[in-house]
Antibody, heavy 119, light 110 residues
Framework: EVQLVESGGGLVQPGGSLRLSCAAS????????MHWVRQPTGKGLEWVST???????FYSGSVKGRFTISRENAKSSLYLQMNSLRAGDTAVYYC?????????????WGQGTLVTVSS | QSALTQPASVSGSPGQSITISCTGT?????????VSWYQQHPDKAPRLMIY???DRPSGVPDRFSGSKSGNTASLTISGLQAEDEADYYC??????????FGTGTKVTVL
């Protein structure tokens, strides 16, 4: 069974930093693209970042230059380093798995971790 | 990248069919057969319901179907059931090698 478990969320002041983690199990982590998607309370989903199994990384314009995605295949873990945080970054952050084939979708999701940016 | 446009709400009675539209541009929906749909119940993580425009993952009821014409994709739920009441989001791969989600549609079963 595929499992994705996020951790590292919490309350941080504007301008601060936070590092999210996603522990994966139940599949061969190194063979899959992995993604971060966020959702402000009561609002819609927003794609944040992707780390391809081939090594490429991509970011949304709203986080580029502030967030860094990384992965550690030996530990089946995905990370999101978030710097220069703003109130607009407040959201539940989900870790999601790509479909592993030629498609471009998010076929498994974690339960999410809440990040609150506030003074 | 602007969010894909979805109707804010759609409703139907049990047993009826409803369709949710998802409108983008030639740089996303219209340019790739990489449209997917997600169901999200309150305080739950999203669930993949349709991928590659019209394919269903195992375990998703066949009353869920997807299609695309030009820059607009659609999700149809046939034989609407009470448990289908949820928020639905479309997503598309884009020409910038990024992803974009739709604005979301709240489905109400009357």
């Amino acid at each position: 069974e595929v499992q994705l478990v996020e951790s590292g969320g919490g309350l941080v002041q504007p301008g601060g930093s936070l590092r999210l983690s996603c522990a994966a199990s139940g599949f061969t982590f190194s063979g899959y693209d992995m993604h971060w998607v966020r959702q402000p309370t009561g609002k819609g989903l927003e794609w944040v970042s992707t780390f391809r199994s081939a090594g490429d990384t991509f970011y949304s314009g709203s986080v580029k230059g502030r967030f860094t995605i990384s992965r550690e295949n030996a530990k089946s873990s995905l990370y999101l380093q978030m710097n220069s945080l703003r109130a607009g970054d407040t959201a539940v952050y989900y870790c999601a798995r790509g479909d592993g084939g030629s498609g471009e979708d998010f076929d498994s999701w974690g339960q999410g971790t809440l990040v609150t940016v506030s003074s | 990248q602007s969010a894909l446009t979805q109707p804010a709400s759609v409703s139907g009675s049990p047993g009826q069919s409803i369709t949710i539209s998802c409108t983008g541009t030639s740089s996303d929906v219209g340019g790739y057969n990489y449209v997917s749909w997600y169901q999200q119940h309150p305080d739950k993580a999203p669930r993949l319901m349709i991928y590659d425009v019209s394919d269903r993952p195992s375990g998703v009821p066949d009353r869920f179907s997807g299609s695309k014409s030009g820059n607009t994709a659609s999700l149809t739920i046939s034989g609407l059931q009470a448990e289908d009441e949820a928020d639905y989001y479309c997503s598309s791969y884009t020409s910038s090698s990024t992803f974009v989600f739709g604005t979301g549609t709240k489905v109400t079963v009357l």
